[in-house]
């Protein structure tokens, strides 16, 4: 499997029509991977973890009816991001977020209400993520990040998207208590198990689909445990900060990288800048 299997994209000019395919060539609907990627969607994912916790601790509904509100919104976002014509940050950053919540909670209602087995439901999700990964492929003829540039491959982009993080949390649960590592050990350990992953693909060549997707499953457990280190108590190994003070510290931060990246345009892909600047 090869990272570009699709044709290369063109640079579109102002007022370009969009093809009978639903593609706009150049006009990618997702961030390009860079630095301030990576950095989004780990605070993404310890927001997940601590407003999953804040949610259920402090808004009365229970597991099943925070579950059933996060993914009302979440389904609200995504049908804006899929209407928009071409990458929007601030809307494909809120549904990443939004993921990330929906993500746990998923996880957590079949551990906590369900009683399903970690180990189950590590499976369970790495099979479906498998399954989306084929399909995606079969249909598509690419899992090219770089070419989110139709409704079906938004699709399947999204719908994997969501099963790591729902996969990521359950096989960091899993591994956390197994291992029985303390909040820091995990943090640790996950960062060098990304730290593996880039080395690999960039000194051993290894695939980089495979090695965007290990990496952006090891970002969930990874923002899990920085989460989890900054806001449970002292006395459970943590920083004692709360859910409140750590979920607000870090949509802070996401929000001003946000704002910043909106500005400068340097997660834009480059022929959509160069079709701004010629409109």
Known sequence: MTYETSETSTTPVAGARTVSSGRRPGWNKVPEVTAYFWIIKVLCTTVGETAADLLNEKAGLGLTGVS???SALLAVVLVVQFRTGAYRGGVYWLAVALISVVG????????????????TSTTVFAIILAIVFVIWYRRERTLSIHHIDTTSREFYYWLAVLFTFALG????????ERMDLGYWLAVLLFALAIAAVALAHFTLGLDAVWSFWIAYILTRPLGASIGDYLSQPTGDGGLGLGTVVTSALFLTVILGLVVYLSVTRKDVAEPQRIA???A
């Open 104 to 119: 746990t909670l998923i996880s957590d209602n079949l551990t906590d209400n369900m009683g399903v087995p970690l180990e």
């Open 276 to 278: 701004r600047q010629a």
């Open 169 to 176: 949390t359950a096989a960091g649960d899993l591994v956390s």
């Open 68 to 70: 059933v509100l996060m």
